[in-house]
């Protein structure tokens, strides 16, 4: 009898700490959509678009993050076409801006762009190219701009004034998790000069003077891929929707804020979903 209740507090006790775990354990979930590049002229774009909207809705994520080349042509015509087509969403959705979306030589000028993005889109109220917002209480996003504001190029660059403000932020909410998205990845999938990130030291330099960066998310090179680098930072490339098989990502972040101590402390799980 003796040897009995032991059991059953032993037991007791196993059901106790791992309740407690999940407990403990938290989830951030967000889909991200890369490389739309639409066009009104692509007849079967919005079609594609509704049925995106449709399947991100049925996963209910905690918000949606669009990586750039959101249009094919930067084309005030293409940008409203686009805005309107992914308005079906009814989730707290952002714009990462690409190297087709606003470029001045030969298209829409960012702030054009901008202005037409923040009529639609009120998460984006301040009409930035570079901004962050806060999904939980627990974690910071960050859009940067890794695009030229002249001419259109398929380099990738961040500028000093956003380094700059990058590494405040990160100072500043330094008891917060980071998710940092931007076009043109740092760690790309495959090594190919036109497409890369240029003069990347000094961000380099930032992110590992800092270690509450969990995951970076980017686009541009068509390609699903993630990879970790020395620091535990998850850099996540992500498929474009325009290819076949249209597709995005969903990301779920599992963490545990009492016990973070560098980005290897939490779990980051990507699934590649087809529309």
């Known amino acids: 009898m003796h040897k009995k209740i032991i059991t059953i507090i032993f037991i007791l006790c196993i059901a106790f700490f791992n309740f407690d ?85 030969s298209g829409l000028e960012k702030e054009i762009y901008l202005d037409i993005v923040t009529t639609f889109n009120r998460n984006q109220d301040e009409g930035k190219s570079y901004y962050y917002f806060k999904p939980n209480s627990d974690f910071i996003c ?59 030291e000094k961000y380099e330099s930032i992110l590992k003077k800092h270690s509450n960066v969990v995951v970076i998310s980017s686009g541009h090179y068509h390609q699903d891929f993630i990879t970790e680098d020395e620091t535990g930072i998850r850099h996540i490339s992500a498929p474009a929707f325009k290819d076949i098989p249209h597709s995005y990502q969903l990301i779920k972040i599992i963490y545990d804020e009492d016990n973070y101590k560098t980005p290897k402390n939490v779990q980051v799980i990507v699934n590649k979903i087809k529309v």
């Open 142 to 200: 960050v859009v940067l701009d890794a695009t030229p504001n002249f001419a259109q190029s398929k380099h990738g660059k961040i500028s000093e004034e956003q380094i700059e403000w990058l590494d405040n932020l990160l100072t500043k909410y330094s008891k917060k998790l980071f998710i940092i998205f931007h076009h043109c990845p740092l760690l790309p999938p495959r090594l190919e000069y036109e497409l890369s990130m240029l003069d990347t």
């Open 21 to 105: 775990s999940s407990v403990l354990s938290k989830e951030l979930n967000f889909a991200q959509v890369s490389d739309v590049h639409y066009s009104l002229d692509d007849k079967y774009m919005d079609k594609y678009l509704y049925f995106l909207s449709s399947s991100i809705r049925k996963k209910n994520p905690d918000f949606v993050v669009f990586l750039g080349d959101n249009v094919d042509k930067s084309r005030e015509e293409d940008v409203i076409g686009f805005m309107r087509a992914i308005h079906s969403l009814k989730l707290p959705y952002y714009l990462v801006l690409g190297n087709n979306d606003a470029h001045q030589l």
